[in-house]
């Protein structure tokens, strides 16, 4: 979505999958914007720079998301999580960060339905 650098690509113990974190600055703020349920082997190595619309990771099943699609619970989908730098100690470090509503840094606006009414970015 943004031009930045990929911070981390990595497999966490919990149900989210193959994760890309990607660092940017957006609306001059420093952001961390994470895809989680990702394929293993479509990550992009960290410290990669990237051009927003740059590919940097491919959708997958990983994580819990393969189960639940078997079930018929879910769609495949991929879940976005952002977080902005807060200022203390050093901003290559996530711990650093605190989680924020992902909306605000879309160029789309959502309708009650959860459908874009524009593209994002």
Do not use: W
Not at 87 to 93: D, L, Q
Not at 106 to 115: A, D, L, N, Q, V
């Amino acid at each position: 979505m943004y031009d930045g650098k990929v911070h981390s690509a990595y497999y966490p113990r919990y149900g989210a999958g193959y994760v890309t974190r990607l660092q940017s600055v957006v609306n001059g703020e420093m952001v961390i914007y994470q895809d989680f349920h990702m394929q293993k082997d479509r990550l992009t190595a960290p410290g990669t720079v990237v051009k927003a619309g740059d590919i940097i990771a491919y959708q997958g099943d990983s994580g819990n998301l393969q189960a639940a699609i078997r079930s018929g619970g879910v769609d495949s989908h991929v879940h976005i999580k952002f977080s902005k730098y807060n200022g203390n100690g050093g901003y290559n470090n996530y711990n650093n960060y605190i989680e924020t509503d992902p909306v605000t840094y879309f160029g789309s606006t959502f309708t009650e339905t959860g459908t874009s009414n524009n593209d994002c970015n």
